[in-house]
């Protein structure tokens, strides 16, 4: 019981730290995030446990775009990242020919960039080497922010519904209730990066849709099964050290 008190008061600590940084700090933790080239930071459960907190639509919404203001801003940045490169190695046959991929496949380009900010695939993969061959910034600025409004709406709109139901259906307190919140979004973004996306967007390519999912749901289920194998293991070491 002092245990879970104590958690209870940590809990409302970290919200009341939360609320004080509000807006300001949903928008630069969701810059931060986005404009370090490859380093995967799960802004998306800061914003997940913030907007817990609110009920009423105007302020989710405010959440969702400020969120998604700040992080479409990051990836401008990784986009001059990319640019800085190929300004390094202006004359080279490799830029000539990502700048004329960039200039005759603009639509391709435009849904490339608002597949991989709108999903769980490894974006900067796909937004660096934009930004390498000078593809259109204005193409460029339109996909990542809407990809990324949409994204945070939808980590908004999970957040609250579970949330919601475990409050009003199971009665749970709010503390309890975000800390069942934090661990199952922590699962959810275990599970997504164990998913090859790169590799399965290549199967949807080359095989279809259908191959696509049955490699991706066959990926999620070897995630889930491999901590609880890691854990047999230990479990099977320790017995024989007993032993």
Known sequence: MVALNI?????????????ETGLYGVFFVSLISNSIPFVAIPYLLYIVLYAAGFRDPTSLLLISLVSGLGAGLGKILVYFIGRGFASLSSSSRTVRNWAYLASKHKLAGFLAVLFVTLTPVPDDVVLIPMGFASYSLLLYAVGVFVGKIVQSSLAVIYGRALVSLLEERLGLPLWLSALILAAATLIIIYIIGQVDWMKATEIYAG??????????????????VKPFKHLYGLLQRFIKDLE
């Open 207 to 224: 095989q279809g849709l259908w191959k696509s999912l049955v490699y991706i749901t066959a990926s999620i289920g070897v995630a889930i």
């Open 7 to 19: 958690v209870r008061d940590l809990f409302h600590l970290f919200m009341r730290l939360l609320g």
